[in-house]
């Protein structure tokens, strides 16, 4: 159970670097220094994108701290050749006679000579390829830059590839649940049940997790639990299969579920959007109809007859009534203003309310704020959740990926959709979509991604420096949702340079329910320390629900940058992925010295959930050990209180490296992503030789493949957090 921690503990640390640990935890330094160099070594691995593993007598040689720079030892062996020869040549021979020195003089005199020759062809060859190695440079200069603009951790090692099944096998869906095909002879997945089975995985320990939680399991013989749905489902009584119809309604508990008929008609361009379009014409613009249209058959307009009579004077009194309507509005005329408002606008009566005052607001977190993770956090206290950065224009292409950010469980009363953008045509159809097809609360305008990659398309952070552009996208969504309409943005773009104070207050005006902060720059990224005094000149300037956010990784934190900076309620971002108990510990208003058997309760819940919303086939489990991957390179930062001398931490501090009070909390501390690997084993079976992680954040990562694992951690889990 949980043990609060005496308040005479609760001082907060003196320095930003000091991070006192029990001295019965720390290890030497000898130890600290080997543990260090191996990570360095395998660390280059990584960085090189090398998925080659390390020999044993390397392994042992890291382990054991002895490391030898090979080219140091190169060099060093040359250069103690060239001194050799060089003494050789200077000393003469003991008999001390003419003819040694008649040899040496030959010698030297050769050697001269060959050094001429040497230098006169390298000058040639030199000569020859000035221009070449010109060429190179410059476009070795060229790749770099390319590169250095892609963004961060670009260059990373994917996770294992994707499979549709077992093997090089994928089999049908209907075969797979015990139905015939109903593509009727067209179907170009394997209908082969047995060759299925015999290249297939072996399950994994536990009951099927559809069959124990919903009744049906829509998977079939492709769930990796296969082997327990006849003793499952013969004690349950039910059929365990299902139509097409009991599959789609065991999935009940997930919201916003966009079905196939309607991407396919977003692909096609096939989706209007009147309102959309009406509020676009107030300001100027259109959206392009030929896209929602098909496509006509070139040189079409030569086959078109000429207009009649009729239709051209229909569309002249159209012309004429547009051209007064446009007159009467700039002379000053009202009402055509007000009947436009009229038809577009939502009244602000009809807007539903989203209470933040004093609520445990969870930020949306690009790839680990995935709903199993939110669907966790709720469980342990979380009041409002908000789904992952969703891309507008990739909403309107239908993007199944995409859609897949905006759904929604139902445990999670209160949730928002943020969407990225930089067009406000785009901005508001995919707006609009939102309100027909999907269940939300709020809708969050990305005005503070710091990604190149989405910056370069004038969204996220980008957005602060146009707030033209940035009013019309408030605007036109208002316009077609029925749901308020939050920003959140940044402290400004250039460090030394904030320009929230100015937006804050024009928010508001332009029609935003509620803006939050991150109080960093862009060029900070996550770096540094959040600004919470410039968040509180901020909300001084805020003329409505207003929240902060930033470096929230305790209890005592949360209160403390509520109350100084007079904000709402705090964004929980980072904090919670190191700790999603801060939700509880906020609420009850202690620190929890949580074990580390607990903390795997948590993992397994995850992975419970993860299995349900991802599937429990081979491709489930697999995507489900991915996200798990993903969030264990921010948990393994978490050091547990009862190894710190005083309490609490703050984010930025580095701990010195420590060893748990049991192995599975020294387990559960390593930055190495070998032992995240084991830890996922632990939950969700073994890997292959060939599988890889590096995470898609920044984190402490050091090894590359799990074969290399063995080799490079001969200590097990003696890794520890940085």
Not at 153 to 182: F, H, I, W, Y
Not at 457 to 464: F, R, Y
Request: with cysteine.
């Amino acid at each position: 159970m949980a043990t609060p921690v005496a308040a005479a503990q609760t001082s907060m640390p003196s320095s930003d670097s000091e991070v006192l640990i029990k001295p019965e935890f720390l290890f030497s330094i000898q130890e600290s220094a080997e543990m260090r160099a191996r990570q360095f070594i395998v660390s280059a691995a990584a960085t090189t994108g090398d998925k080659g593993t390390l020999d044993a007598a390397g392994a042992a040689a890291l382990a054991s701290g002895s490391i030898v720079d090979d080219g140091a030892a190169e060099r060093k062996s040359g250069s103690d050749g060239v001194a050799a020869a060089a003494d050789s040549t200077a000393k003469p021979g003991d008999g001390g006679t003419a003819g040694n020195d008649d040899a040496l003089a030959s010698t030297a005199a050769a050697a001269a000579a060959a050094t001429t020759a040497a230098a006169t062809t390298a000058d040639e060859q030199g000569s020859a390829a000035g221009a070449d190695d010109a060429e190179q440079a410059r476009k070795r200069q060229k790749r770099e830059a390319k590169k250095k603009r892609q963004g961060m951790n670009t260059s990373r090692l994917r996770p294992q590839q994707k499979g549709g099944g077992a093997g090089a096998t994928r089999m049908c869906n209907d075969v797979a649940q015990g139905r015939e095909c109903s593509r009727a002879g067209g179907c170009r997945f394997s209908h082969d049940v047995e060759a299925f089975l015999a290249e297939k995985p072996a399950d994994l320990a536990g009951d099927c997790p559809h069959l124990v939680r919903r009744g049906f399991c829509r998977f079939g013989v492709k769930c990796r639990f296969y082997g327990t749905h006849e003793r499952l489902v013969a004690a349950s009584g039910g059929g365990g299969g299902g139509t097409v119809a009991e599959n789609r309604a065991s999935i009940e508990d997930e919201k916003n579920l966009v079905g196939a008929e309607k991407l396919r008609a977003l692909q096609r361009h096939q989706v209007d959007f009147p309102r959309s379009s009406a509020y676009l014409k107030t300001i100027g613009q259109t959206i392009n109809h030929s896209r929602n249209a098909k496509k006509e058959p070139k040189h079409a307009h030569k086959e078109q007859a000429a207009p009649s009579a009729p239709a051209m004077a229909a569309a002249g009194q159209a012309l004429d009534s547009a051209a007064a309507a446009q007159t009467a509005l700039a002379e000053g005329d009202t009402a055509v203003g007000d009947a436009r408002d009229a038809a577009v606008k939502v009244r602000t009566a009809e807007k539903r309310s989203v209470d933040f005052r004093d609520k445990l607001y969870l930020a949306p977190l690009t790839t680990v704020g995935n709903l199993p993770f939110r669907r966790l956090c709720k469980g342990l206290g979380c009041d409002i959740t908000c789904g992952e950065m969703a891309v507008a224009t990739s909403l309107l292409q239908g993007n199944r990926q995409e859609w897949a950010l905006v759904q929604r469980h139902e445990s999670e009363d209160v949730f928002g959709v943020q969407l990225a953008g930089s067009h406000p045509n785009a901005m508001a159809q995919a707006s609009e979509l939102l309100v027909e097809h999907c269940t939300v609360d709020f809708v969050d305008i990305n005005c503070g991604c710091p990604i190149d990659l989405v910056c370069r398309k004038g969204a996220g952070s980008t957005l602060m420096e146009r707030p033209k552009r940035l009013q019309e996208i408030i605007g036109g969504m208002n316009a077609v949702l029925d749901v308020p309409v939050t920003v959140k943005i940044r402290m400004g773009l250039k460090t030394s340079l904030p320009l929230a104070h100015e937006l804050v207050p024009k928010l508001y005006e332009w029609g935003a329910a509620a803006a939050s902060l991150h109080g960093r720059y862009k060029e900070q990224r996550y770096s540094k320390q959040a600004d919470w005094a410039y968040i509180g000149k901020c909300a001084e300037v805020a003329t409505g629900p207003f929240i902060g956010g930033g470096d929230v990784l305790s209890w005592e934190e949360f209160y403390e940058n509520q109350q100084a900076a007079k904000v709402d309620t705090c964004l929980l971002a980072r904090g919670a992925l190191i700790k999603p108990w801060l939700f509880t510990e906020i609420k009850e208003r202690r620190t929890w010295d949580i074990s580390s058997g607990e903390r795997l309760d948590l993992l397994k819940k995850f992975c419970d959930y993860g299995l349900l919303h991802w599937g429990s086939d081979d491709e489930g489990v697999k995507r489900t050990r991915r996200f798990l991957l993903e969030w264990l390179s921010f948990t393994c930062r978490y050091v547990p209180v009862g190894l710190l001398e005083r309490v609490p931490i703050r984010i930025a501090q580095k701990p010195p490296l420590f060893r748990g009070r049991n192995d599975l909390e020294t387990l559960m501390a390593s930055n190495n992503c070998g032992d995240w690997i084991k830890i996922s084993e632990m939950l969700l079976g073994p890997v292959g030789e060939d599988y890889v992680f590096i995470p898609k954040h920044r984190a402490n990562a050091y090894a590359v493949s799990a074969s290399a694992l063995s080799a490079a951690r001969p200590g097990g889990a003696e890794n520890s957090a940085e």
